[in-house]
């Protein structure tokens, strides 16, 4: 995986989240980050199905 905060591209697997989700560490800027990282989903507490839901609703509101 490549790393979104160096472009580095190969970053280590580095244990999990409380919540289950893959940690990454990026030797080369030594800093760890999920796949979920910079995406509307990074420190959600909302499940991804439920944004997603919501995502739907709001655009069949506007078309």
Same mark, same amino acid.
């Given at each position: 995986?490549? =790393? #979104?905060? !160096?472009?580095?591209?190969? $970053?280590?697997?580095?244990?999990?989240?409380?919540?289950?989700? @893959?940690?990454?560490? =990026? #030797?080369? !800027?030594?800093?760890?980050? $999920?796949?979920?990282?910079?995406?509307?989903?990074?420190?959600? @507490?909302?499940?991804?199905?439920?944004?997603?839901?919501?995502?739907?609703?709001?655009?069949?509101?506007?078309?």
């Amino acid at each position: 995986m490549e =790393c #979104p905060l !160096c472009g580095h591209q190969k $970053t280590h697997k580095h244990g999990k989240t409380s919540k289950g989700s @893959q940690r990454y560490y =990026c #030797p080369v !800027c030594k800093q760890s980050f $999920t796949d979920t990282f910079d995406t509307l989903y990074y420190r959600r @507490q909302v499940e991804p199905e439920k944004i997603q839901m919501v995502l739907q609703a709001h655009w069949k509101t506007r078309g």
